[in-house]
């Protein structure tokens, strides 16, 4: 379960507006199952019913895109992981954004799904070239930290450490936890609480 | 880079190590589950293999999907029934505790697990939840997490995480009536911002919070994460040991003056360095009401709906959002905005303080012609202990409704759902486009008490004329 995340490009897809939270990338009742399985069709689909068609997500030029441009705090909101995999279902492989929820974005690095940021002004610029020509390819590159669509290029920022996990292919974490099993057994030995209550580590 | 924090000193105690990437392997004390967000983790274990590695640090409940009116089983909806089991069955499966309904002490997870003395001052605590902060009022760290970390915990026990920093939030003096810990959380997110704790663990200090009791504590905590901060916590004390003492999963006998030696040596030194420092005045702060689609877009009671001119540059944009969507003007006061509906409860408001705040209000008068009102309670403990106080009979004299324990209209994933384009007053958490069951639903979030009143008239109103 482990594969290299250093280059994701594709056709872009531009959604404008901050605080968009996860009620809005996949409402409650779609959260009504056992597995993620189908939640590809309610990523943002109250949205795309009042928007009547109009919604990025389903405008026809915008189909087959795999990066996803946003502006400040999205994902804020519930921790629910059934966002990202929405997203990841419809086709999103990558975000670019100003900010993102915390969790939203540890969600986003566990599903190998790298979220990068970019000053406001740059990723408002991204948004009006998608805009104008949706075609375009559009290149997130974890190795050189930029985006690139045609002459357009900039910085952009990830936490170092998760960085190194999508470039190493290591970004699920899980292995790697359950490998220092021991190490694990002597911090929990540590801590007084261990021993205490009926709570108590065997 | 803070040091000498309470959550610098637990941070360390539970690092388990630093993963090749520089990220830590953080130890979890606590690992609690429920119904929407455990299944796939689950099943991720299973398609790889892998055993719970400390099933009795996991601790389950049921209370997204539950009905609040007929909870008998099988569930009418065939979905949520389809959860509940697969919960039971994972639970059986792993050997992990679980709070079913009928048990007893079943309810809102963040509620049940404080009263069962799970949450204790020092612990890592993690849930597939973001309102996993409300346990900070203990002096614990915790926060939400996502479903492949709920795999990570249960498989390992531990989290991969970056350090957060750490804001020491001050609020000072006494509150003035009418104003609760609900209002004093919504004018810090409102001062704040919605994204103002993005990479922060809120710390929660000053004289305002040291006089709350834990239930007021928890309200603050509850709502950091709608702050952006992923925790939030206040320093034990005398009131965190009080409300924990005797507790089923509090230490005992000779391990509980242990324990509280210890937790007195976690508590933020008195030259603790923070990243940042704010300061508030209790005095300033006034009964609070959301009008938009964020909880950081709050006025005070008397306040008016903000022109865009008055808001940053930035905020203008989900303004013009939330006018659209609310169908509120600029300008147009908060207070007399006709309520359609009223809910009292979630993880937010939903304990037994909260319920008598609201009950004070509803005591010989009665809810108004056209408005829905219901009191969900946050756990059956909860409820337990309201009926034998005859606050269930107080609320239903005055046209409440009177509910089982579970999250009900706080996200609607169970049958209580707003309408349309009904507005409701509501004591949870989080008023999203949508959160509360109608993707044109409207929700204006405020205090117990001010849903009270505001089922009482009828209208959004101040509660200091009914106290
Ligand atoms: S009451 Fe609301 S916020 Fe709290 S756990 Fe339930 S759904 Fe989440």
Same mark, same amino acid.
């Given at each position: ?5 250093? *280059? ?59 990066? /996803? ?17 929405? /997203? ?14 915390? *969790? ?12 990068? #940021? ?10 009006? /070239? *998608? ?13 050189? /930290? ?18 190194? #996990? ?37 | ?11 360390? !105690? ?17 690992? !609690? ?84 003395? !799970? ?60 104003? @609760? ?20 663990? @809120? ?64 508590? =933020? ?53 939330? @006018? ?28 037994? =303080? ?24 946050? =756990? ?88």
């Amino acid at each position: 379960m482990v594969s290299e995340v250093k *280059i994701v490009s594709g056709r872009a897809v531009p959604l404008i507006g901050d605080d968009i939270d996860t009620d809005r990338i996949i409402p409650a009742r779609y959260l009504k199952a056992v597995t993620f399985d189908g939640l590809g069709e309610g990523v943002f689909i109250d949205d795309r019913k009042a928007l009547n068609g109009e919604h990025p997500f389903d405008q026809p030029q915008y189909q087959g895109a795999t990066v /996803l441009v946003v502006n400040r705090n999205f994902g804020c909101g519930s921790s629910r992981e059934h966002a990202p995999q929405a /997203l990841a279902k419809w086709g999103i492989r990558a975000l670019i954004g100003e900010s993102f929820a915390e *969790i939203f974005f540890g969600n986003c690095v566990a599903m190998g799904i790298p979220c990068v #940021t970019a000053d406001a002004a740059n990723v408002k610029q991204l948004q009006e /070239l *998608i805009t104008a020509n949706s075609q375009a390819d559009v290149t997130v590159n974890l190795e050189t /930290l930029q985006v690139q669509s045609g002459n357009f290029s900039t910085p952009v920022t990830i936490g170092e450490g998760t960085r190194s #996990t999508f470039i190493a292919g290591t970004w699920d974490a899980c292995g790697q936890l359950v490998a220092n099993t021991d190490q694990i057994r002597v911090t929990a030995a540590k801590l007084p609480y261990v021993g205490w209550g009926n709570l108590a580590a065997s | 880079m803070s040091k000498g924090t309470l959550f610098d000193k637990v941070w360390d !105690l539970h690092t388990v190590g630093t993963l090749p990437s520089g990220l830590t392997q953080l130890f979890i004390g606590l690992h !609690l589950i429920h119904e929407v967000t455990s299944p796939q983790a689950f099943a991720m274990l299973r398609e790889r293999g892998l055993k719970v590695l400390f099933p009795e640090r996991t601790v389950a409940t049921v209370d997204h999907i539950v009905p609040t009116d007929n909870q008998a089983r099988p569930f009418i909806d065939s979905l949520a029934e389809e959860m509940i089991e697969a919960l039971e069955q994972n639970c059986q499966e792993n050997g992990i505790t679980f709070y079913n309904i009928g048990s007893g002490s079943q309810g809102i997870v963040h509620v049940i697990a404080p009263e069962l003395g !799970l949450t204790q001052p020092g612990l890592t605590i993690a849930c597939g939840d973001s309102h996993t902060s409300s346990h900070g009022a203990f002096g614990a760290i915790a926060f939400g997490i996502g479903t492949s970390q709920v795999r990570d915990v249960l498989a390992s026990q531990t989290l991969a995480l970056t350090k957060l920093k750490v804001r020491k939030i001050e609020v000072n003096g006494i509150l003035n009536p009418g104003v @609760y810990a609900k209002d004093v959380i919504l004018h810090l997110i409102r001062t704040l911002g919605v994204k103002g704790g993005v990479g922060y663990a @809120y710390e929660f200090a000053g004289t305002t919070f040291l006089a709350m009791n834990m239930e007021e504590r928890m309200t603050v905590c509850n709502m950091a994460i709608e702050g952006g901060a992923r925790c939030g916590y206040v320093n034990p004390d005398q009131i965190t040991y009080e409300y924990l003492k005797g507790r089923d999963f509090a230490p005992k006998d000779a391990d509980w003056d242990k324990a509280v030696a210890w937790w007195e040596s976690l508590k =933020s030194n008195a030259d603790a360095e923070y990243d940042d420092v704010v300061v508030f005045n209790a005095a300033d702060i006034p009964p609070t009401v959301t009008w938009g689609i964020t909880p950081g877009q709050g006025i005070g009671i008397n306040q008016f709906v903000p022109k865009p001119e008055e808001l940053a540059e930035e905020d203008r944009f989900v303004a013009e959002e939330a @006018y659209r969507y609310m169908d509120l003007f600029p300008g147009q006061p908060i207070k007399g905005t006709k309520i359609d509906v009223c809910f009292i409860g979630s993880c937010t408001n939903g304990r037994i =303080s909260d319920l008598r705040e609201a009950a004070k209000i509803a005591q010989g008068r009665h809810v108004a012609e056209g408005v829905k009102a219901f009191v969900v309670p946050g =756990s059956e403990r909860v409820k337990k202990a309201a009926e034998a106080e005859g606050l269930d009979k107080i609320f239903q004299a005055a046209g409440f409704e009177w509910r089982e324990p579970g999250c009900s209209m706080c996200l609607a994933m169970n049958p209580d759902k707003l309408q349309g384009r009904q507005i409701s007053a509501s004591s949870s958490n989080r008023n999203f486009k949508g959160r509360q069951g109608s993707s044109s639903g409207r929700t204006l979030l405020m205090s117990p008490a001010m849903v009270a009143t505001a089922a009482i008239k009828g209208e959004v109103s101040d509660v200091r004329e009914l106290l």
